[in-house]
């Protein structure tokens, strides 16, 4: 594909993308994105979330975009569901505010999820009781067992939140912090407490930042499929297979942490 830095994207243009890219319609997306990068679209953030809308959503599939807000950990209300800032700028703050999706209840790891209502409704419940923002029984979890998809548009796998849930699916240790108390105010006003355990490692500061370790083990088992949305890069991941994988390379590397340093996954561990 020849970019044109200077193009203005229509709604028509990403859903060709979409469809050149082959996404699936009918099933459980997550996508994590750069406007920025994805680059001009005619009618800015709300084109944008109607394409995706309108793509992932007409065979009865849910559209899901982070609106996350961790970065509130130290403050009194962690999560505000009148509150559409997020910590994920303003794509996630644009589909925060939508009153045509649903949003998550999640104290840090909230997502707003489009579609069909009573699906998604099934979909985000229960997420106040989530032990941790990405645990088993979260919607990331669902992603997993529904056999779903996350979205990488013009992001590399450290944005790749899935991936946390991974690996307490796979039994991942030294990922957690203790419980901590969270408060998460409802539409209602009302204020609820709760304790979650946060994202922490003891070897490094962001073990998110090593992620994109494994995408040549994803692409080696055909988990990334490749494209574009607008001008951004984009790669669409089977949930499913990255999990396989990842599961697969703990087991081979016998105990060793493969994110411990920032040496290359060896090929012996996934091949």
């Known amino acids: 594909m020849t970019l044109d830095l200077n193009r203005v994207y229509t709604k028509e243009d990403i859903i060709d993308q979409l469809s050149a890219m082959g996404e699936p319609r009918g099933s459980v997306v997550l996508m994590h994105s750069s406007i920025r990068l994805i680059g001009k679209v005619e009618g800015g953030a709300k084109t944008l979330l109607d394409a995706m809308i309108e793509y992932f959503t007409s065979e009865g599939g849910l559209f899901c975009v982070p609106t996350h807000t961790w970065a509130n950990l130290k403050k009194d209300i962690t999560l505000d569901m009148n509150d559409p800032k997020t910590c994920l700028g303003a794509f996630s703050d ?29 979909f985000i419940k229960d997420e106040i009781n989530v032990t941790s923002g990405t645990a088993p029984e979260s919607c990331y979890g669902k992603i997993y067992r ?11 796998h450290n944005k790749n939140t899935y991936l946390h849930c991974v690996e307490e699916i796979i039994g991942t240790s030294n990922r957690l912090s203790e419980p901590l108390d969270v408060t998460v105010k409802l539409s209602s006003g009302e204020l609820v407490k ?3 355990r946060a994202h922490k490692t003891s070897f490094t500061d962001d073990v998110s930042l090593r992620f994109p370790k494994y995408e040549t083990a994803f692409r080696y088992h055909g988990a990334i499929r490749d ?3 607008g001008n951004a ?4 991941c089977d949930a499913r297979i990255m999990k396989d994988v990842m599961e697969s390379i703990m087991k081979n590397s016998e105990g060793a942490d493969p994110l411990v340093d920032e040496k290359a996954i060896l090929p012996k561990l996934y091949i």
């Open 94 to 122: 644009f589909a925060a505010a939508d009153q045509r999706g649903i949003r998550s209840e999640n104290p840090t790891h909230s997502m707003t999820v489009f579609g069909n209502r009573r699906r998604a409704l099934e």
């Open 146 to 156: 529904e056999g779903g998809y996350i979205l990488l548009a013009g992001v590399a």
């Open 194 to 196: 709760t304790k979650i």
């Open 227 to 229: 494209g574009f949305i």
């Open 233 to 236: 890069p984009a790669q669409l």
